[in-house]
């Protein structure tokens, strides 16, 4: 029975999926805008999937879609850390655990 997945994997699942006696039909994405969509569908699912089981190995997952997305958008990991620096001197952390339930403008 085939199984349609559509969805970006990491490079070494097709190889994984041969060994194992099955077969696979797989591309590799070469134009910009198709890997950015499926990083963007990648990270949502992994968010997700993370949502659902927090556990390390999820985490794990999506650290690694960021650090493609990083890649694949050439962004400066450094610069990003350094934006992560200023909005946590601007804003704050998540650390605190606070919870904002309303805002009145009147």
């Known amino acids: 029975m085939k199984h ?5 994997v990491r490079d070494k699942i097709p190889e994984i999926i ?9 591309e590799i994405l070469s134009d910009d805008a ?9 990270l949502k699912e ?3 999937a993370f949502a659902h089981k927090p556990t390390e190995d999820e985490l794990s997952d999506l650290y690694e ?7 694949q958008y050439d962004f400066e990991p ?10 946590n001197e601007q804003k704050g952390t998540y650390s605190g655990n606070t ?7 009147d």
């Open 4 to 8: 349609a997945y559509n969805k970006l």
């Open 18 to 26: 041969e060994e194992s006696g099955r077969h696979c039909e797989y």
């Open 34 to 42: 198709s890997i950015k969509n499926a990083l963007i569908d990648k």
């Open 46 to 48: 992994k968010a997700d």
């Open 65 to 71: 879609v960021l650090t493609a997305i990083v890649k």
């Open 78 to 87: 450094m610069h990003i850390d350094y934006l992560k620096m200023q909005n």
């Open 99 to 105: 919870f904002l339930i309303s805002v009145d403008d």
